[in-house]
């Protein structure tokens, strides 16, 4: 599938205000690819394809991500604003035949993050965090952040996910924990 065709694809599905956030994540996701020397291919097409599944209904993103053998039943148990990452890669494996694992990745940990993220995962979280249309409280040191280093813009990124989500009394998915976990450790615990 080329850009164009996915392109295409995302627009049936999403709204126009949910388009243009996707347009601004892969012109950002391209930035972050050039700043850090990453091949802009995959990263693109990931990040055209990121929120392929926002406008499901619940009941079919939890019933997608229970009938998926690679995905973890587990993600259905940390409210419904996740569920579109790991129900968007597996619709966009059996709705587009995207089977490249990288990108299959990138959409399934967009929003929570991992332990282990890849160099195409991270810029695809950290892109989708910082395009320029979201504005919200701790959002200008993700920026400084991302200016820094990858790894630097995900822990702050991840940090301020946390920190939102227990001041909401949110439940907190345990992958988001171990990434913010992770990343921390790479600079060096304080
Ligand atoms: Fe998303
Ligand atoms: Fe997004």
């Known amino acids: 599938m080329n850009e164009k065709q996915a392109f295409e694809s995302v627009k049936k599905q999403l709204k126009q205000a949910r388009y ?31 929120d392929y599944a926002k406008y499901r209904p ?17 993600w259905c148990n940390y409210g419904e604003a996740i569920l579109h990452a790991p129900a968007g890669a597996a619709l966009i494996r059996e709705e587009l ?6 990108i299959l990745h990138a959409v399934v940990f967009h929003t929570t ?10 810029i695809v979280y950290l892109a989708d965090y910082i395009e320029p249309g979201r504005k919200f409280p701790g959002i200008d040191d993700v920026r400084d952040a991302s200016e820094q280093s990858l790894d630097y813009g995900c822990l702050i990124a991840l940090s301020n996910t946390v920190t939102f989500l227990i001041s909401k009394g949110h439940p907190v998915y345990p992958d988001t924990i171990h990434a913010y976990n992770e990343l921390l450790k790479t600079r060096g615990l304080k």
């Open 20 to 50: 243009d956030h996707t347009v601004r994540v892969v012109e950002t996701a391209t930035k972050l690819c050039e700043r850090y020397g990453q091949s802009v291919e995959k990263v693109r097409l990931a990040s055209i394809l990121h």
């Open 58 to 74: 619940s009941g079919e993103m939890k019933n997608v991500i229970k009938t998926t053998e690679w995905l973890s039943d587990d």
């Open 97 to 102: 035949g995207i089977t490249d694992e990288e």
């Open 113 to 122: 993050g991992r332990a282990g993220m890849s160099e195409i995962e991270k």
